[in-house]
């Protein structure tokens, strides 16, 4: 039996207050996640249940740890942090790999009421620079491996005052800033006061790309833990006995919402797996760990679907009992060829660095088809408005702009000082996701595309704007344009378009040089696939590149209205 139930009746008679009651919690009481994670669930009785089965690179470096060895780890990074100055609503940056640092860190920064900051550990320099800048941030967390490029920055950062390395024996010699930390050696701390968050305190601040601009550190509060919850337990089906794996790294929202908050809130045990991807090797992870519910992405899928029909049976995966995806459209046949091989569709799920929680799902127990997003959550009113008037679609299976009405609690409340940005996300009322679908006839939503230049390779938004930035700081760029490239197994890749200053010779080794250039300032997923010399760029009459036409020409589409293009 799912925990929804059946779909249809949750819609008549739905409540955020169903969360509120299951969570203790009443209108105007503290309210914080990082104590609801651990402290909580140790009250009711789960002290000793496992929390967290993590596992790096080596397969026997397995480590286990219980909900009570989370509360009073949560407790020492809290108090460590507390003891440094740092206060309530102080911006503390995660950075590093998926160690268990990194989720028992998140719990202990939201218990003494600081701003997590989580970032991708292969960030390099650039994104770093340009996310820890924008938040003010007053410490990171981080290991050895990572601090260099901190290192390099540090003068540029005046708010930053202390690099925390939580992988320190505390033989080696430190650089500026830093301070050596190591869970294992510090004294435990059984008691830590909780700092009173209540509501609308913040709790994190996630960065996500756009066409335009810097990226945009989206803010949350502790009150998203209610979406969090009851949508890990209704869209997730998130059960008691559960060995639960979600392959996101907490640098992106997945990795804190459902790879963190959601599962912890209801004291499921989760497992982590700290390697890049190999077929094999997820199989052989869930096979011995005895995954049940599972929560991957369709990129990492459809690379399964790629490695072959024969290497899944080489493995026992009877264990799997709920399958989902999120971040990117998942094609039907990826849904029709889990069934097949593994024996359990993948269930969809859509929303965003913004919603904070799921907006749009295949729930369990209700008919999945394959291709669709699914339905939306109980409690959210969605509809398809007109990219014109911004009028609601009445018409059946007619595209239009995904919208929301603003009022889930796990919604952004606004971009970190940037409040412009954030207020154009509304017309008439509406909150716009920037992302065109359609319904059906049955209420199934089916994705089309964005309706911007972001670029979403393996799951993850590019913005072109930061990549042709980048672009331009390399000695031979003179212009440059980036585009999505369809990609059979990453749905998109980045291309850039450059045009080189005199001097410069396009070569093989240049475009090497450049795509390398890219990777460290920016990250291995902002890198471009693909380099294309030109001698111009397309120009509108004003002068902006039209990278709308290039988009074109990479999918084959029709290039549209050219009226305005200075070269042709
Ligand atoms: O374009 C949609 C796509 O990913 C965007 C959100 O990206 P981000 O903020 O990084 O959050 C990703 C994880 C929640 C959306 O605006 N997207 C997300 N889920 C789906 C999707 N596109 C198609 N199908 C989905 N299920």
Known sequence: MSNIGSYDNRLHDFSWKIAEQELGYRPGDTINIGWYCSDRICQLGKADKIALIWEGHDENSTRTYSFNDIRILSNTIGAFLRNL??????????????????????????????????????????????????????????????APKIQKILATLPDLQYIILVDDDGTKALKAKEIAFSLDRALPVEHLDVFPTKAESPSLLHYTSGTTGQPKGVKHVHYSLISQYLTAKWALDLQEDDLYWCTADP?????????????????????????????????????????????SAPTAIRSLMKAGDNLVKRFDLSSLRHLASVGEPLNAEAVVWSEKVIGKPFHD????????????????????????????????????????????????????????QFDWPARLRTYWKNEETFQKKF????????DRSTIDQDGYFWFIGRDDDVINTVGHLVSPFEVESALLEHKAVAESAVVAKPDEVNM?????????????????????????????????????????YVDTLPKTRSGKI???????????????????????
């Open 85 to 146: 100055g740092i206060h309530d609503g102080d911006r503390v940056c995660l950075f590093m790999d998926k160690i268990p640092e990194l989720y028992i860190g998140l719990l202990g920064i939201l218990k003494i009421g600081a701003v997590v900051q989580p970032l991708f550990s292969a960030f390099g320099d650039e994104s770093l620079f340009i996310r820890l800048e924008n938040a003010g941030t007053k410490a990171i967390l981080t290991t050895r491996q990572h």
């Open 349 to 404: 799920t859509y929303w965003q660095t913004e919603t904070g929680s799921i907006m749009i799902s295949n729930f369990p127990g209700m008919k999945i088809k394959p291709g669709s997003m699914g339905k939306v959550f109980p409690g959210l009113t969605a509809a398809l408005l007109d990219p014109d008037t911004f009028e609601i679609i009445t018409e059946v299976n007619k595209p239009g702009l995904i919208a929301f």
């Open 427 to 434: 017309r008439n009322g509406w909150y716009l996701t920037g």
């Open 492 to 532: 998109e890749v980045v291309k850039a378009f450059i045009t080189l200053k005199p001097g410069f010779v396009a070569s093989d080794e240049l475009e090497l040089e450049i795509m390398n250039f890219i990777r460290k300032k920016l990250s291995p997923l902002a890198m471009p696939q693909e380099i294309e």
């Open 251 to 295: 640098g992106w929202v997945t990795g804190t919402s459902y790879g963190i908050i959601g599962p912890w809130s209801l004291g499921i045990t989760q497992c982590v797996k700290d390697s890049g991807f190999s077929a094999e090797t997820w199989y052989r992870f869930i096979e011995k760990h005895k995954i049940s519910m599972w929560y």
């Open 546 to 568: 039209m990278r709308r036409l290039l988009h074109a020409k990479e999918w084959g589409e029709d290039t549209g209205d050219l009226s305005t293009l200075e070269n042709d």
